[in-house]
């Protein structure tokens, strides 16, 4: 076969598994879960040899013509670049890795057949955005991993948090959408084309005629896809779905495809300096704001959350001075060690009854019943805080030298200001991705109390795909040196001064956060914390669904816990209360937003039900009276009926002759 029909067969091959799976769901359950796993696997086996295949050369572009429109034409197209094939292998691994890991995770879910078939769509549609050369085909999967999101987030629809958290995550996303959508006609109406190699040609010969209406217009649609701020709010809450959900959302799927959106089409907001000035601004305070909050959050799951908004973050950063490069290879280390995050975090919450962190902290010896969790969670957690020689380190010192390059005026392609935005905030935030990295690490696999519940042995297919995933976490960051054709062909290896300083304010992050822990755990007492739910016969996905709606129930909020014990308190003082909150973005939203808009649709129906309808139902009731008349007049006797017709005439001639005569006599 020849590289583009493998190409095809690569996002193809998951949207017929969804299709399949979804017809025999019911009426043959036992080919649900081969159809799940075999076509995505195949899938990502084939994105692999489209990868080999390309080797970093020339892109590889085919077209066909799908539809006239009587002005921009849209076209079927491919554009096989060195990013796009990447991706396409990261997708594919990490699609594979949540499927396997779900046949167990959700193993008696009896809606397991739609879910399966859900992440095969979802994968498919971003394997079409990452494949694509046609905006507006990018733009069906872009919209299709949105519908998907919906019904993945809201997968325990029982639970109030999920159905929450389902249609927060779709209106947050759609809010950014809509810009997105006015923005990429506004492209193709200056370029003359939603081909993406023919928009990239018409900005190297100057266009488009408004670079920076475009770029913030796209950036919109990006902040809401990507989570950055301001419309992050949607993916801490998102985390009430799956463990294997998150993980494919945070790792491989829809966060990603905001970024990689904008590595594809850099040309277009680099034509903009302040459009880059925007964007690393966003990045920035994305960066600092959510590693401040997820020093305070006690879910497990929404301490990972608030890292990936960071980690993204650092992503757009390296967008914002001009490196697509260092992005793109960030996030392909990001999204294998998020994903060993995300699924260990599951194994950690089904042993420990839990997804509490300061309950966990009151457990012991729960490292020793999930070994597999434990080394590989450390492991990624390593590369998370940016330790050499793990992924994590050499991919965020790919950004942090691109950001010192432009800083120091060695790269013009974006402005000095943006470079030191970017600096300053990304050592920053590694300190602070270093002191909440250990702050999990510690509550987790250091407490100190009763021993924790013992669930036996972790089922092999959750297990299992953590390893897998855990040799890129290790070693991808060790090929960098042989990968430099695949990313525009320049050099991502760290510089001396970034490095050390780096790592350097990572593990002062780190050891502070230890000491802390040290001194919080010995001078406060440790009573026993509510929200452990323990069925040591239960699936994990059920242990998930309860330990979430416990926390709440017990807490008052997903968010915090009452623990003196958490050294995140300590650290973070006063500023505790507004971290844990997301510094009250949400209520802040709802003030401004969502209650007006509330209170319009109140003074809407009001008027509807009030006013329209009143004179809708007064004509109604004048026809219903005349009909009342009319129908007694209806007796059903021939005598009465002529009597009426003769009376009639009568009256009739009468006025006949009084009208003539007054006529006559004028």
């Not at 399949?20 to 036992?30: Q, T």
């Not at 909150?581 to 809407?604: I, K």
Request: charged share 10%; glycine share 10%.
């Amino acid at each position: 076969m020849t590289t583009t029909t493998l190409a095809v067969l690569v996002p193809l091959l998951p949207f017929l598994g969804a299709a399949a799976g979804l017809l025999l769901g019911r009426s043959a359950p036992g080919f649900v879960r081969p159809l799940a796993v075999l076509p995505t696997l195949t899938a990502a086996v084939l994105a692999v040899v489209v990868a080999a295949r390309q080797g970093g050369g020339r892109p590889l572009d085919a077209s066909t013509r799908l539809t006239p429109t009587g002005s921009v034409p849209v076209d079927l197209a491919l554009h096989l670049d060195g990013f796009a094939v990447l991706v396409a292998v990261l997708v594919g691994l990490v699609a594979t890795c949540v499927q396997i890991y779900s046949t167990a995770y959700l193993k008696d879910d009896v809606r397991y057949p739609s879910y399966a078939a859900l992440v095969s769509l979802f994968t498919s549609a971003m394997l079409l955005v990452v494949y694509s050369g046609d905006l507006m085909v990018l733009l069906v999967g872009w919209e299709i991993m949105g519908i998907c999101s919906y019904f993945l987030v809201g997968h325990y629809w029982e639970t109030p948090e999920a159905r929450a958290a389902s249609l927060k995550a779709f209106l947050v996303t759609k809010l950014g959408d809509v810009p997105f959508l006015i923005g990429l006609f506004a492209l193709a109406a200056d370029t003359g084309t939603f081909r993406i190699t023919g928009i990239l040609a018409a900005v190297t010969n100057g266009g488009p005629d408004h670079p920076t209406l475009i770029a913030l217009l796209l950036l919109a649609g990006v902040a809401g896809k990507s989570a950055q701020f301001p419309l992050h709010t949607w993916l801490p809450d998102a985390m009430a779905g799956p463990t294997p959900v998150s993980a494919l959302i945070h790792a491989a799927t829809m966060v990603a495809a905001g970024i990689y959106f904008v590595a594809r089409l850099l040309p277009v907001f680099t034509a903009s300096g302040a459009a880059l000035v925007v964007l690393a601004v966003m990045a920035a305070v994305t960066m600092i704001g959510s590693g401040l909050a997820a020093l305070a959050q006690d879910d497990i799951k929404r301490v990972l959350a608030y890292s990936t908004i960071g980690q993204l973050g650092y992503m757009s950063g390296a967008l914002a001075v001009g490196d697509r490069g260092a992005a793109v290879f960030h996030l392909m280390s990001h999204g294998a060690f998020k994903a060993v995050l995300f699924l260990a975090a599951g194994v950690v919450i089904h042993a420990a009854g839990t997804n509490s962190l300061a309950a966990m902290s009151r457990m012991g010896g729960l490292a020793r019943r999930i070994p597999d969790a434990y080394w590989t969670m450390t492991v990624a957690l390593l590369a998370l805080a940016a330790i050499p020689p793990f992924a994590g380190f050499f991919s965020k010192e790919a950004v942090l030298v691109a950001a010192e390059h432009t800083a120091f005026g060695d790269r013009d392609v974006a402005p000095a200001a943006a470079g030191w935005t970017i600096l300053v905030a990304g050592l920053l935030a590694a300190v602070l991705t270093a002191a909440y990295a250990t702050r999990l690490w510690l509550l987790a696999f250091r407490g100190r109390g009763p021993e924790a519940p013992d669930h036996g042995r972790q089922p092999v297919a959750m297990t299992s795909v953590l390893w897998v995933l855990a040799v890129p976490t290790i070693a991808f960051g060790l090929t960098v040196g042989t990968l430099t054709d695949w990313f525009d062909g320049h050099s991502l290896t760290p510089s001396l001064t970034t490095a050390v300083l780096s790592t350097g304010v990572g593990l002062v992050g780190g050891l502070v956060t230890y000491g802390a822990w040290r001194h919080t755990t010995a001078l406060a007492d440790r009573p026993p914390v509510g929200a452990v739910t323990a069925h040591p016969d239960a699936e994990p996905a059920l242990v998930e669904a309860e330990a979430i709606a416990s926390h709440t129930a017990v807490y008052g909020t997903i968010a915090d816990a009452p623990d003196p014990t958490d050294p995140g308190r300590l650290l973070l003082g006063p500023l505790h209360r507004h971290a844990v909150t997301g510094f009250h973005l949400d209520a802040l939203y709802t003030a401004v937003f969502v209650r007006p808009v509330v209170a319009a649709a109140r003074l809407v129906r009001f008027l509807d039900r009030e006013v329209v309808d009143t004179y809708v139902r007064g004509s109604g009731s004048i026809a219903r009276g005349l009909g009342t008349v009319v129908r007694r007049a209806q007796t059903g006797n021939v005598q009465t009926y002529l009597g009426a017709l003769l009376a009639g005439t009568l009256v009739l001639a009468i006025a006949a002759v009084v009208f003539a005569n007054v006529y006559a006599g004028a």
